[in-house]
């Protein structure tokens, strides 16, 4: 009985409705959040301790980077080194991310935390070969500087996002003094992060926009699926790594 009435309600409901009904009840938020806490107890159950188990994992190391293992780049920004580490990251990640997707959709909140993860773990590599770096953080500071790339707009194209320029700067170049004080806290990661989040706030157009270009948010479109595909390349090629050479 039941499941001829869920048959009946399926097959009333057009695709445009239940494509409405995913969009609204998904969250890439939650996605994001519940991968990186599998990542963690996976690496928990291997050895979290030993830096072999990490690299296996797809920590970052700019000498591995610079010798062709480019996906590390994107696997690294979903490791972290101990459950403070996490729990940290994901509060963060819950209200940044939650913010994000809500004005600018799902598509582009991933697509903006890769690439930021991306920018940041490019710089740390560079900055610091000889270092095993982990963690969203550099992603995360990628979410602030979107926030602070939408504020530089002055809001000309889309209705105000409510993000305090001023308040925003002191709270991301807070962070970033302590990242240098704090030892263990790779910085770089955060200073790429947030530049490279800089650049597609200000690129990136809100859902709320007015009239938008079909050009631009075409383009935008393919960036961000061209940032899923560098997400599942990088861990196809991690999981060939590990199990099949």
């Not at 963690?40 to 159950?45: D, K, R, Y």
């Not at 301790?49 to 979903?78: C, H, P, Q, W």
């Amino acid at each position: 009985m039941l499941y001829n009435m869920m048959t009946f309600v399926i097959r009333d409901m057009n695709l445009k409705e239940l494509r409405f009904q995913i969009q609204h009840n998904f969250s890439f938020t939650y996605a994001v959040i519940i991968f990186c806490t599998l990542m963690f107890i996976a690496t928990a159950l291997a050895g979290i301790n030993n830096n072999k188990v990490l690299l296996d994992f797809g920590a970052n190391n700019g000498a591995l980077v610079r010798i062709g293992e480019y996906y590390r780049l994107v696997t690294s920004m979903f490791l972290h080194a101990n459950p403070i580490h996490l729990i940290f990251n994901m509060i963060a990640l819950y209200q940044l991310g939650k913010f994000i997707e809500d004005k600018y959709g799902g598509l582009k909140f991933l697509g903006i935390f890769i690439l930021s993860g991306i920018g940041g773990s490019l710089l740390s590599a560079a900055i610091n070969p000889n270092v095993i770096s982990i963690g969203a953080s550099g992603a995360i500071f990628g979410l602030i500087g979107a926030m602070l790339g939408n504020a530089i707009r002055k809001n000309t194209y889309s209705q105000e996002l409510g993000i305090d320029r001023r308040s925003l700067s002191i709270f991301a170049i807070s962070y970033l003094v302590l990242g240098f004080v704090i030892p263990g806290i790779d910085n770089w990661a955060h200073i790429g992060g947030f530049v490279v989040g800089i650049v597609l706030g200000i690129f990136f157009e809100p859902l709320n926009s007015f009239h938008p270009s079909k050009i631009k948010v075409k383009l935008e479109k393919i960036l961000c699926i061209f940032a899923l595909l560098l997400f599942f390349l990088s861990y196809i090629v991690l999981v060939y790594e590990s199990f099949f050479t």
